[in-house]
Every structure is written in C-alpha cells, then in structure tokens.
C-alpha cells in the first residue's frame, strides 16, 4: 500500500524554524512529483511547494524566500524548511505525491498531515 508519513511539526515561535520530512512508501518515488500543502480550518488546501522529479521547483509566491522544499531520492523522503515563521503558517501541513502519464489515469496521494503551530 501507499504510504505518505509526515514528520517534524510542532509549536515554535515566530520568527523561529521548523524542517518538515515526509517519507513515501509503496512508490516508485523518483517517478513522482512531491509537494507541500496546508490547510487552515474554514479554508480551502493551499500550495506551499512542489518539486518535480527533476528537481525543479514552485512556490506560493508570498512564500518564496523563506521556505526551500527539496529531496532525497535515496530516502524516499522530501522536506519543507520553514524559516522566519509568522502566526499565519499556522496550519496542518500536508505531502502529496502525483504522477501524470500518457494514457494512465493521474495517480495522486496524501498523508495524514502534521500540525504546525506559530505562537509567542
């Protein structure tokens, strides 16, 4: 089965840093374009970052600077530095890994998310 497992959340305070690591299992893992994604509640899951399997990246562009999402392929694992937090990256912080090919319907898959928690 198809495992994404997030880890490192917690409460910091703002101005502080926190790294975020997903690990992925049941997948052929450098196939996939992974991401990070957060959701407040009352409000619709956001992007935070995406890395394509080649390595390129995106950013919400309010984001860029202070977070680097990047991976290892050798660890089945991707990672969200988060530097600078403010009170409004507060929110559960979600991995997906997609995969779109020719012919094949998309293949899409989430983890259970891990909360992040700004406050002084």
């Known amino acids: 089965q198809v495992r994404l497992v997030e880890s490192g959340g917690g409460l910091v305070q703002p101005g502080g840093s926190l790294k975020l690591s997903c690990t992925a299992s049941g997948i052929i893992f450098s196939s996939y374009a992974m991401g990070w994604y957060r959701q407040v509640p009352g409000k619709q899951r956001e992007l935070v970052a995406r890395?394509?399997?080649?390595?390129?990246?995106e950013y919400e562009e309010s984001l860029k600077g202070r977070f680097t999402i990047s991976r290892d392929n050798t660890k089945n694992q991707v990672y969200l530095q988060m530097n600078s937090l403010k009170f409004e990256d507060t929110a559960v912080y979600y991995c997906?890994?997609?995969?779109?090919?020719?012919?094949?319907?998309?293949?899409?898959?989430w983890g259970q998310g891990t909360q992040v928690t700004i406050s002084s």
């Open positions: 997906n890994a997609f995969r779109r090919r020719n012919f094949i319907p998309d293949q899409d898959y």
């Open positions: 890395i394509s399997s080649g390595d390129s990246t």
